[in-house]
Structures are given as C-alpha cells and as structure tokens.
C-alpha cells in the first residue's frame, strides 16, 4: 500500500496538468455555450441546430474525437502556419471543450424555456432592454441550472480527460494507460483514484455553487467559486511556475518495450546533461505525425510499422535494404533522423512450445508445412487479416487444421494450456523466453522485418550532442535481452517498474 | 438629487389630500368627451392580424385624460390585443396608437414603456427580488433609486405594511401580490395605467375590495386607467366608460349609466343582462 501512496504523490504534476486541462475545456465550453444558449432561446432554428451539433459530438467516442483533431488541426495549418500544435494541449482542450458543450447549453436552454411567460411579460412590460432582462431577469432565474449542467459537464471533463494522454497531452491518463499496458494495477488505481477524487471535489464545490444559486445565499455560491479559484491557481502556479526548460521529448506507444526503451533513452539524455519530459501511451497512429511536426523529439519505431503506414508498401525488399530505404526516405521528406537500429526486431514469428518443437523435428517454417494441417494456429485478432499472414501462407503454402483468435495475453496461456499448438507471437516478447517457446526461422523472408530504430524528429536532427549519447545504444541490443526487460515488466509476480527493467537493460549490455 | 426629489413629490402630495377627503364621485362622472378634456390615447384605425385571424379590426377611439376606461368582452374579442398595442407588446398590423401625441411604434420601447403602468393577471413579480426591489424596478432601470421612505408610502397606498418589503414575493398571498403588482407600476408615476384582468385570478372578496382601491387611486392620484376584464359588473362598478368588445370590433361605446338604461346595442346588453339577472334573483330570494 506505501508503493500506492508513493505513486499517489508522485502524480502531482499529472494531477495540476489535469486540472488546468479540465478547467480551461470547460471554461471555453461556458464561453462558447452561454452566448450560444441565449441566441438559441431568441431563435428555434438556432436551438435545433445548436443542440443537434452538440448532441452529435456527444455520439462520438471520446477517444476518436480527441484523435480526430489531429488531422483537423493538420489541415489547419495551411490557414495559422506551422506552429500550430497538432498534438497535446490544443487538441485536448478542443475536444474536450466540444464535449463539455452539450449539458450547459441543453441545461441552458431547458431553463430558459421553463422561465415563467408571466414574469418575462413583466420584464417587457416594465420597460427592461433587451440586455437589462438578460442581465436583471434571464439569467438570475437560470443559473441554478445553467450550474447543474456546468456540473455534469465538469465530472464528464474530467473523467474524459484522462483520454488525452494518447493525443501526447499530460493528464492523470499518463499512470492509467502506462499501467493497463504494463498490468500493474497500483498504476492504474492511483491513477483512477487521483481522477475520481478530483471529480468528486469539483462536483461537491460546483454543487454548493449551485445551492447557494437556487437558495439565493451569496455566502455560500461565493465560498464555493472562491475555492474552485483557489485549487486552479495552486495548479497554475504548480504547472507555470517551475523554470522553464527546454526538455527533450520522448515518445512512447502503449506497450511496455516503448515504456522501457523510453526509460533507457531518457536516463543516457539525463546523463548527457538533457532535461527529460516523457509522454507515454501515445496512439501508435500519432506518434509518427507527432515526430514529424517535432511535437515529441525521439520515438521507438519498427521498420515493418513504417514501411507498410508511412511508405504504403506491401512488398519486401528484405530486412537491410527495407532500413536503408526508410531511413533516406525519412530524411527526404520529412528531415527526420533514423539514428540507427537497436538490433532486435519486434517482428510477427511462428512460435511454438520448445518440447513440441522437438517431438515434431520443427526449426523452419518449412519444415512446418508438412505438420500444418494436423495443427491448430492462434493468433491476434488482426493477425489472420494481415499482410504478414497472407505472406507466409502464400510462400510456403500453409495450412493449418484450424484457426482461432485470442487477445494476445490469452494467447501464450493457449500455447501452454494446448488450446493452439502454434501461435504468431511477438519476437521480442518476454513470455518466449519465460514460457520456453521457440521461434521458427523464415528461410524464405517471408514476414517482413520489424527492426526496432530510434527516430529523431526534425528540429533535433543537428544536435550532435544528442546523436552521440544515444549512438552507443545502436546496435546494442539483443533480442534476448529486450525480452528478458519485458518479462521482468510483463510478469504477474515480482513487477519491475519500466524504469527499473530499463537500467536492469542497460546493465545487461554493458551501458551502465 | 434629493432637492430635485421633494421638488417633485410636494405638489404631489399636496394634490392627493384634498382629493383623499372628497367624496367620491366616479359612477356619476359623465364620459370624458374631447371637447372639454385632452385626448391622452389615440387608436386610429388599428388592425392586428395573425395569419387569417384577425384579433382587433379597425379600431378607432380616444382616450381622454384622466378618464377610467373598461374594455369588456368575451374572451377572443380582441380587448387584451388592443391593450398590448399601447405598450408595444403587440405591435398593430396596420394603423396607429398615439400616446400622448406620439405613435408609441416610433418610440424606444423600453422607455415608452417606462412611462405606462402595467398591472395583468399573472402579475409577474420577479421571483428572486424583494418586495421593495420589485417595486423600485422601475425607476431602477432608467438609473433612479428609489428611497425606502417612498417603497413605504407605496405599499400603504395599496394597503400593506411596511416591513413586507424584505420579503420575497413567494411570501405574500395572491391577494397581497397583486397589491405589489400595482404597487410596482405606481411607483414610476405612470402617465397611463394599463390593466389587463388584473384581479382574475383572485378570490371574489379581495377582488372587490382590490378594484375598489384601484378606482380609489384612479381618483387620488389623478390617473388615467384602461381596465380589460370580461366582467361586465366589475366595468359597471368600477369605470366612467365601457367599451365593449365582440370579434375584434367595438360594438359599444357608453358610461356605466347608459348601458343600465338599456343602450349600447345587443352585445352590450347580453353582457349587462347577466349581473342584472343575478342581482334581481338575489334580491328576489331577500324578499
């Protein structure tokens, strides 16, 4: 439990990213919303279209809206330029801000609708303006419910916002995602607890905000914005007022080779004398995009990855010339730097239990067309809809008996409970070395290669200083090693930390 | 500002007391004819038209200064339509209201409408202002605060006690709210007093005693008052002229006198036939 506190702590620039997040989304929500409720309770077309777009929004997945933003704000670019930022504070804020729309203004308009025709007769009849019935009579009598729906749409904010961490945007998302990917629920939890306590705190002051409204009690509407103020200028003053650094941005995708890797990247930075910043759990569709725009400075990728989304090519030159194009064709269009190779490949591989491996006399792939149809395959639930799988089946002409989908942690248990006989496992994985799996070779380079590359974004790509401390990590590791590092992150018992399974790695090959 | 405030209320004051003690003469006041009083209010030829619905077809008639007026009709005769023409709450289709030798649709609405008392059925006080602020309302909003001295005098013109107010309006009885209601349109010292059902939703015996204050102040203060009601024995009782309205049209124009003597046509004297009628059953059941 001391482990929960200490992680707990440790999330408070999380927690004040969070915060300021949540606050300006809903703040630009009620800018937006307010004046829109008001124009919409003068106008019925406007209220239609106005709570149509706003219920639309809601229907989209909160996931794919904050994702949506990137393209949005990418074709933007051709209107404010390039230092408009694709990824991290800007897109969160937006998105978050257009889902936080649809409660104040139906909440808005609802209370406006429900106003007494008789006490808006005596506004008119009284000779109140246009804007002193607003100002007077309208909105008087609305806020308590304009306060509800501030209410609903702050909880909803905030627990949203925790889906920015895969736009790059810091958030309480970070531990959540970090520790769903690595399954170390300590993570998760201290991550879910930060989030929901905070939603609770805001919903309990916004709520005395909304009583003292309705009650008409000044004291107790204005202790409770007085303490809503308070807590965003300690998260302000937390976020702004460190120094300002120029920190070296590493990426990392959602799983826990790019967490460890990451970790081992930015500990030789730290050493070098770089401050260090990490934005883990990106999507993997954005981190290429963010690289590209410099709005991270290192990623992990695999040759495999770019070749086939970046290049959109399907055939294989084989694993040195694939590297070789990729790396002038990142140079040529976009001047980003491919350091080099890290000497593993986190590839699609045939696996299969060691002693069944041997009972069957199997090294190749080759040598498994002849056994195939008496065996039963398991794969991701893409895998059998790849390009990898079309390969291999089309080169050697396999069959199995049989074809199932597992998730990949059910998987491995497969393997070992009998359930598949042969898996497509991930080459770098831990579980082959921890279960006692072998890996069948491909004589015929059929699967292409996933070498793993370290990529500098554009605007570090001439800093020496950078190439050199990580030129030593080049080349420098093994595919056993990467596994023995993610096992130690992957297994049940006995969790490593990424950070920690990242200096245990540096240690193994030599770096320490 | 508080020179310019006496200034202002002395002749006032000075006015209501000799009036006070008079004896009251309103059922006997002949109709304010335009030969020997300024017409306050003008329809010339008004028209309000909704799509195929015609709800006030050509009305014209003036209104003389410091006459009681009451609009009498059923209900979708056009009476309150007409009304709201005058503080531009409706706004004619064609033709004009003139108040005061302007047409009021030329006019900033909010500030004509700050010269006209306005008292109606639902009453409208503002649910989340004090007594007292509702009924400072008024001056409040053309930049005039209005003192607690004079909220006082206010309230006990309409017959309430002071201290009511600091209490919120969801406080009071119906009764007592629609006593703040007119209250609040006293208040700005109104040129024109427009009523429109404003003692329909009370109960009968603070309906009397309300419509007796409202023709007692009528009088006191000098007022000019347009009443719309659908009962013919509160426009008998409590006005010097009745108009009477039937589909957008007025078909009778005659003081209380009059239509009791039996003129004003037969819509008139359908609707003055129905207190009569309950008038002699009643007196026939004394007997």
Known sequence: MSEFWTILIGLGPKFAAHIVLAASAIGLGILVALPLAVWASRSAPVARIALGFASLVQTIPALALLALFFPILLSLRAVFGEGLPTLGFLPALLALALYALLPILRNAVTAQANLDPGVLEAADGVGMTGWQKLRLVEAPLSAPFVMAGIRTASVWTIGAATLSTTIGQPSLGDPIFAGLQTQNWVLVLAGCVASAGLALIVDGLLGLIERGLAKRSKTQWAAGLIAVALGLIGALTFQFGGKDQDRIVIAAKQFSEQYILAQLIGSRLEKAGYAVEYRDGLGSAVVHNALTSSSIDISIDYTGTIWTNQLERSDNPGREAMYQEIKAWEEREHGVRVLGRLGFENAYGFALREDRAAELGLETLEDLVAVAPRLTIGGDPEFFERPEWISVRNAYGMRFAEQRNFSPTFMYNALTSGEADVISAYTSDGRIAADRLTVLSDPLEALPSYDAMVLIAPARADDEALAAALQPLVGAISVGAMREANFAVDRDDDKLSPADAAAQLARAIGLD | ?287
């Open chain 2, 1 to 287: 500002m508080p020179k310019r405030d006496r200034a202002k209320k002395l002749p006032r004051q000075t006015r209501v007391k000799p009036i006070a003690k008079a004896p009251k003469t309103d059922l006997q006041a002949s109709p304010n004819g335009p030969e020997n009083a300024r017409a306050l209010l003008v329809f010339n030829s008004v028209r309000r038209q909704y799509g195929a619905v015609t709800a006030v077809s050509d009305v014209s008639c003036s209104i003389a200064q410091g006459s009681f007026v009451a609009l009498v009709g059923a209900s979708g005769s056009g009476k309150s339509t007409l009304l709201k023409m005058v503080n531009t709450l409706e706004t004619p289709s064609s033709g004009q209201v003139v108040f005061a030798g302007d047409d009021v649709n030329q006019q900033q609405p909010a500030q004509l409408r700050r010269r006209i008392g306005y008292v109606f059925q639902s009453i409208g006080l503002f649910p989340h202002m004090l007594v007292g602020e509702n009924i400072a309302i008024g001056p409040r909003l053309a930049g005039q605060a209005l003192s607690a001295a004079r909220i006082s005098e206010l309230l006990e013109l309409v017959e309430l006690e002071p201290p009511m107010a600091a209490r919120m309006p969801d406080a009071l009885s119906g009764g007592q709210r629609q006593r703040v209601g007119v209250a609040r349109a006293l208040a700005i010292e109104p040129e024109l007093l427009l009523m429109d059902e404003p003692f329909g939703a009370l109960d009968p015996i603070t309906r009397a005693s309300l419509g007796d204050k409202v023709r007692e102040l009528h009088d006191r203060l000098s007022l000019t008052t347009i009443m719309v009601t659908h009962d013919m024995a509160e426009a008998l009782l409590l006005a010097d002229r009745v108009l009477v309205m039937d589909a957008g049209e007025i078909v009778a124009d005659a003081t209380p006198h009059q239509l009791l003597a039996g003129e004003g046509g037969d819509i008139a004297q359908q609707l003055v036939s129905v207190p009569r009628q309950q008038a002699e059953k009643l007196a026939a059941m004394e007997r």
